[in-house]
């Protein structure tokens, strides 16, 4: 409206002022436009995500520019928005937040969505940036009810091994050293002896286990990966070998660790 009116009056004052608000708007776009300009993006999660239990996402955004900072960020990815009020040049910054992920399997985030209305709110500029983040999520693990393999009876016996440990039997008489329990000194052997005396106990090791998906029950299959997943990581708490049949041609051999329990999970996300 001022255009038309300076033009239709011949008034200077009115040009300059036409003048002054077009610049205005010229620089604030090139200084939106810089704004957002530079800057990468990356997704941190957990290696251990579990289908609808609650996981910690980190975004991180790193400003490439080397004169200028940025303000004002709104960062859209991975389900999330995160607000960055300012960005030093070449420095990185981070933002966390919570997601909850509804189904097992693989996720990838291609591309997350960067916008910003700095300077002054006149136009919200935005881009979109490439990331590279592919997560496989794992089935819930069982609460309650009852576990559809054998192998979760309590049933699993011990095999006897030869390492020193504090949970075995009796393996043989040495002396007292100082660094074991007071609770492996033989006490009435003590007595009759100049120095105490302790019992060396074996370790004792649990029967390997191999969860069998093949076997025929009445669970529908996400029940029945659910319980695997329960009883996986129950049993590398437990640092008992674990296996996993996932047909007749393929099986996992028991083991234990945690990259052979991450392995497992893994088969389990990914069975169909």
Known sequence: MLGFAAVNTGNNLLYLIVSLLLGFMSISGLLGWLNIRGLECDLALNDEIYCNIPTLVTLTITNRKQ???????????????????????????????????????????????????????FFVRGMIVPI???????????????????????????????????????????DYTGVEPLKQIHWRLSARQEWFKIKELATTAHAPVILDLTAENNLMLEEKLSWATALINKACRENREVGLRLSQERVISPDKGRSHRLRLLRELALYA
């Open 132 to 174: 590279a983040s592919d997560i496989v999520v794992f089935p819930a693990p069982a609460t309650s009810g009852a576990s559809p393999f054998k192998a979760d009876s309590s049933a699993y016996g011990e095999l006897l091994g030869t390492d020193r440990g504090l949970d075995g039997e009796m393996r043989t008489i040495s």
């Open 67 to 121: 004169y200028l900072d940025s303000f004002l960020l709104h960062v859209q990815a991975a389900g999330g928005i995160r607000l960055l009020t300012s960005l030093p040049k070449g420095e990185t910054g981070s933002s966390s937040f919570i997601r909850t992920f509804t189904h097992r399997g693989r996720h990838s985030f291609d591309t997350a969505i960067i916008s910003s209305p700095f300077p002054v709110n």
